[in-house]
């Protein structure tokens, strides 16, 4: 039982830090270039959902 209730605790406590790292990571990652005719199609799209 004093097992079970060590494993648990690490959990808590590592669980939040993994999950944060996992965050910033994904954050950090570089954005894919958007091409001119991209950028004009969205472009266009979001002058159509406008209106």
Not at 25 to 34: D, R
């Amino acid at each position: 039982p004093l097992l079970g209730v060590g494993l648990v605790g690490a959990l808590f406590v590592l669980l939040p830090r993994w999950r944060g790292r996992g965050r910033t990571a994904v954050l950090a990652a570089p954005l894919p270039a958007v091409s001119a005719a991209d950028a004009a199609r969205l472009d266009e799209d979001l002058r159509r959902f406008d209106r």
